[in-house]
């Protein structure tokens, strides 16, 4: 029940913060600049959301002015050319669109969802592309609230907008539940395989699935929004330690062992690779840097967030 009520709390304070974040990311695309022409893969830079907009830092010198473009987005991730733009649409309830864009930030296909938007992450190829939404009313929940989350294969364009019914598996059985919820997936090389966290029955846990047989694992309790990194070998995520706030762990997938990095701040984020020894995230409206040895994190680009390195 102490686990129960623990998750339900998290997920209605991220409730309340996102549709407080809903209304101000509204006015926030309204305010920012428009750059003419923009190459989301262009590489050796750090793509971010600044001013509402995706933008652009040089890797080399992240604190200098960024390259504001055109598109506004609430939540954004992007990889080889394609970018998954998350947009808030105002309403009562709001809902969301999902719009896959080329590298020049022109839209390719849209898409219309329920909630309010989450999380965005788009495969290192470019080919899959998967967000997480909050969404009100399901009878299970009775905090009101759940999430749902797609995945679109852009090649293809086979199209999931709820993975809620992917066989699971908890110590190797098949799990049956209706309060079943994923959110902040990650997506290895080969566009098939990825990683996500699935809450039920009170727990979160790490789950390891497969695209194309359709089938998903967990891996172990208390891990969510995983991000995998560049060689597939090691995930970061944020991990719920005593007495709630999360602290950002790396886990070694060859061993399975886990360890804290530098950052003692809680980080409510899916956070992403900069380079092989260090990740990056969203803290207090920053984007912040913690070497995977446990060194102490850097600001890294103020007055941004969504960052996403592009080699």
Same mark, same amino acid.
């Given at each position: 029940?102490?686990? !129960?009520?623990?998750?339900?709390?998290?997920?209605?304070?991220?409730?309340?913060?996102?549709?407080?974040?809903?209304?101000?990311?509204?006015?926030? %695309?309204?305010?920012?600049?428009?750059?003419?022409?923009?190459?989301?893969?262009? +590489?050796?830079?750090?793509?971010?959301?600044?001013?509402?907009?995706?933008?652009?830092?040089?890797?080399?010198? +992240?604190?200098?002015?960024?390259?504001?473009?055109?598109?506004?987005?609430? %939540?954004?991730?992007?990889?080889?050319?394609?970018?998954?733009?998350?947009?808030?649409?105002?309403?009562?309830?709001?809902?969301?669109?999902?719009?896959?864009?080329?590298? &020049? !930030?022109?839209?390719?296909?849209?898409?219309?969802?329920?909630?309010?938007?989450?999380?965005?992450?788009?495969?290192? &190829?470019?080919?899959?592309? &998967?967000?997480?939404?909050?969404?009100?009313?399901?009878?299970?929940?009775?905090?009101?609230?759940?999430?749902?989350?797609?995945?679109?294969?852009?090649?293809?364009?086979?199209?999931?907008?709820?993975?809620?019914?992917?066989?699971?598996?908890?110590?190797?059985?098949?799990?049956?539940?209706?309060?079943?919820?994923?959110?902040?997936?990650?997506?290895?090389?080969?566009?098939?395989?990825?990683?996500?966290?699935?809450?039920?029955?009170?727990?979160?846990?790490?789950?390891?699935?497969?695209?194309?047989?359709?089938?998903?694992?967990? !891996? %172990?309790?208390?891990?969510?929004?995983?991000?995998?990194? +560049?060689?597939?070998?090691?995930?970061?995520?944020?991990?719920?330690?005593?007495?709630? +706030?999360?602290?950002?762990?790396?886990?070694?997938?060859?061993?399975?062992?886990?360890?804290?990095?530098?950052?003692?701040?809680?980080?409510?984020?899916?956070?992403?690779?900069?380079?092989?020894?260090?990740?990056?995230?969203?803290?207090?409206?920053?984007?912040?840097?913690?070497?995977?040895?446990?060194?102490?994190?850097?600001?890294?680009?103020?007055?941004?967030?969504?960052?996403?390195?592009?080699?």
């Amino acid at each position: 029940m102490r686990r !129960l009520l623990v998750l339900l709390t998290s997920v209605l304070v991220l409730a309340g913060a996102a549709t407080a974040y809903a209304a101000w990311a509204a006015s926030d %695309r309204r305010a920012a600049p428009a750059a003419a022409a923009f190459d989301a893969a262009a +590489p050796g830079r750090v793509l971010v959301r600044s001013g509402g907009r995706i933008a652009a830092v040089p890797t080399a010198n +992240p604190g200098a002015a960024p390259q504001v473009s055109g598109r506004a987005c609430d %939540r954004f991730s992007t990889a080889n050319g394609t970018t998954l733009c998350l947009i808030t649409r105002p309403g009562t309830p709001p809902t969301t669109q999902a719009i896959i864009l080329d590298r &020049s !930030l022109r839209p390719v296909r849209t898409i219309n969802l329920a909630g309010i938007p989450s999380r965005a992450r788009v495969s290192p &190829s470019g080919r899959m592309a &998967s967000w997480t939404v909050f969404v009100t009313g399901d009878s299970y929940n009775s905090g009101g609230f759940s999430t749902w989350t797609g995945i679109l294969d852009t090649r293809t364009g086979y199209l999931i907008t709820n993975m809620e019914d992917i066989p699971l598996y908890l110590d190797g059985r098949r799990h049956h539940s209706v309060d079943v919820n994923y959110w902040g997936v990650t997506f290895a090389a080969d566009d098939d395989r990825f990683y996500a966290t699935v809450s039920t029955k009170g727990k979160t846990y790490l789950v390891e699935g497969d695209f194309g047989d359709w089938r998903a694992r967990a !891996l %172990r309790e208390n891990a969510e929004c995983p991000s995998l990194s +560049p060689d597939g070998t090691r995930l970061v995520f944020k991990k719920r330690v005593s007495p709630g +706030p999360w602290r950002l762990h790396v886990l070694d997938l060859a061993t399975m062992r886990e360890r804290a990095l530098g950052e003692t701040a809680s980080v409510d984020d899916q956070a992403a690779w900069l380079d092989p020894g260090t990740v990056m995230y969203a803290k207090d409206g920053d984007v912040w840097a913690a070497p995977l040895d446990g060194g102490p994190p850097r600001l890294l680009i103020p007055d941004a967030t969504s960052p996403t390195a592009i080699p």
